[in-house]
Each structure stands twice: as structure tokens, then as C-alpha cells.
């Protein structure tokens, strides 16, 4: 894959996954309460506002603030520069991992993005479940991560070893 093209599909992952997780944000801060849950399709779907000082699912959040700063911004930070680099410059990425790792690598900086603006936490707005099995509060930039994290994980279950697929 040409330098160019694999630039382009990093670039317009992150632009499209970056753009929507925070236009999203913005929506639900200008428009969803902190106290009460809007419930959309029979409790299936839960729109609340709130402000994730963790990680996944809130993990880290009772970290002393000092210490979850330095993780959760500088060392996500470090972390994504990283990937970054390792796929604009590595020549022996795998084509069928660029989109997966673009994915991983827009939801880690839309959320980083959070946590720079908004000193220290990140927007989540969306809940899903039913009856009692509900998930964590989410948002498009952890759909992103997880969507990449699963890409990968079938991708090296379905693809045979020793065939190459290109992107």
C-alpha cells in the first residue's frame, strides 16, 4: 500500500470518528440532563449526561488526581503517538489492521480530546440494555475503540495464517 493511500484512509477514519464523537458530545452537553435518563425504545436505549473521570467504564476514577491525570492524559496520550506512528511509518502494518487501528486510534484521541478540554473527564451520554443487563454510560468515541478491538480479534480468527488480505 502507497504512503498516500494509507494516509488518506487514517486521515478520513479520524476525521469521520473524531467529528462525530465530538459534535455528539457537544449535542448532549447543550442538551441532556445530568439527573434524569431520556428512555428511547421501551428502556432499550438511555440518553444521560456524564462525566467519566476513569477509563472504560469508570476504571481508574478513584485514583488520586494526580496520578489519574498522568495515566489517563499523558500516558493515553503517549500511547496514541504512538500508533500514530506505527501507522504512518511502519512499512509492515498490515493493510487489513489500518482501519481497525484508525478506529482504536480516533477513539482514544476524541476522548483525550475530552479530557484536555474539560480538565480531566471524558463526555458519555448513551446506555443500552435490557431490563436489569444494561451496559456502562458510552460514547461514539468508545463504539470506535471497541469496533476496532473486535475488527482485529475476527480478523485474526477468520483470516488463515499465511493469507494476506489487502485493505
Partial sequence: MSSANRLWKIAAVLLVCIGLDQLTKAIAKATLPREDAWSYLGDTVRLQLAHNYGAFLSLGDSLPPGWRQALLSAGVGIVLLGLLVYLLWWKNVNPRNLVPLSLILAGGAGNLIDR???????????????????????????????????????????????KQETA
Wanted: hydrophobic share 55%; no cysteine; aromatic share 12%.
Fill in 116 to 162: 484536555v478540554a474539560y480538565g480531566g473527564y471524558v463526555v458519555d451520554f448513551l446506555n443500552l440494555g435490557i431490563g436489569t443487563l444494561r451496559t456502562g454510560v458510552f460514547n461514539v468515541a468508545d463504539v470506535a475503540i471497541m469496533a476496532g478491538v473486535v475488527w482485529l480479534l475476527l480478523t485474526d480468527f477468520l483470516v488463515k495464517p499465511g
